[in-house]
């Protein structure tokens, strides 16, 4: 890669390298970094004429130690405040709402990077997934793909800027690394323009480099204790599989890390395609016939995540034109989802305990009073349900085992999940093609306000608003949504 020096105004930026293997778009970003000029305000003299987001560098004919001229006005960089904190209660009304706002910064789309940039921001709104890329040091250690600790650090790296920075991030780092631990996000079109790519392929890659990496190790052991990837998003499944000519049964277990949703002409809601995607067809060696034969597959929830991950299955392969098609078709989803239907009757019959604790404590909420139940049966009942008579023994949290008023650790039994989510991310798709199209992620922030991140742009959103991505035409509609588990968390 040649080195060059870029002259802006009266500085110099000397040792700056140009990746020649990258469209000239992200060498922008690069200076965007140093300088603060979106590429986009960048006008930069190469050769007699102006560089071009897309040009060619071999046809440039830049060389090393060249020195550049960049003209561009930047971004105004944020002072340091000249009057002390002021509190959003004492600003005026119409002020209030953008400063309580608050929302991490956009991604700067590198050239058809709004696959990566949605899977990214998505991902960043588990804050338990945050705070272990930000312990993670782990060396890269014998016999390692020394790529998996560089495309961790990589992520690790970007979120610590996504969280600091107060202008879009370009994820040029990062984005360099994911192409070399996988190659299919480097494709290129005939004119060499990096293609659009899979947003659920890169949440499923990028996910599965974390969870080789994220677990914590003690310092006297070898062994991995607690996968971090397996404990936020692992789902539990029990299969039972029946041969459609025998009456042979069979059952397997499994850890999946997303639902899936099939999408057929009856599917006209979540809950009916997640009941479609837990059934299925294959074909299997039946040794009592000793042939292949028909199966029909059965699946159920055995153990639950605190975040669940459901991605709607809108595209297939076409053969007619060689690429993936898409289906279009509306299918409604909640803000709330409800999985106690999808889970085994042993996990049904876990859930139970939490599931009324939760319903008592909504209840008092809203004023209910609850009815008093005595006698010997009812008792009986609550003590086999593993519940308490009582709510003072019993608190309820709306995250994944943080107390919500409390910022001390204790030492507290496990939270119990109760089968009940909340949406807190939605990654969507607008167009035709799962690679064509634009990329856009919604997340849910602390402050219970929804950000729409269209790459470098967000955008404040209504809640309301957020359902509507259901499908039915060329507007964004959801392929992937991100649920947090309410659970119950007693004394």
Known sequence: MPTVSVKWQKQVFTGVEIDTEQVPYVFK??????TGVPPERQKITVKGGLLKDDGDWENLGVKEGQRLMLMGTADEIPKAPEKGPVFIEDLPEDEQGTAALGHTA??????????????????????????????????????????????????????????????PVAPIHFLTVLRKKYPQFAQQTNHGLYMQQDAEECWTQLLYVLSQRLQSVPQDEEEATNPVVKHLFGIELKSFIKCAESAEESSESETVYTLKCHISSEVNHLHEGLKQGLKSELEKTSPILGRSTLHVKESHINKLPPYLTVQFVRFFWKRESNQKAKILRKVGYPLVLD???????????????????YQETEDAKVGLKKKEKEGAEGVKALQNLGTSTSDENVEMVDDAGQHPSSSEKVCAPEPEVTGIYDLVAVLTHKGRSADSGHYVAWVKQDSGKWIEFDDEQPILQKEEDITKLSGGGDWHMAYICLYKARVALPH
């Not at 993670?136 to 793909?145: E, K, L, P, R």
């Not at 690790?156 to 800027?161: A, I, K, Y």
């Not at 106690?340 to 859930?351: G, S």
């Open 106 to 167: 956009g991604l700067v789309n590198l050239g058809n990077t709004c696959y990566m940039n949605s899977t990214v921001q998505c991902l960043h709104s588990v804050p338990e997934l945050r705070l272990a890329l930000k312990e993670y040091s782990a060396a890269v250690g014998t016999g390692i793909d020394p790529l998996l600790h560089t495309l961790t650090a990589a992520t690790r790296d970007l979120f610590g800027e996504l969280d600091k920075s107060l202008r």
């Open 29 to 34: 970003c690069q200076l965007y970094d140093l």
């Open 339 to 357: 999985v106690f239907d999808f889970c085994t009757e042993e996990l049904r019959d876990k859930l139970k305990g939490p599931r009324k604790v």
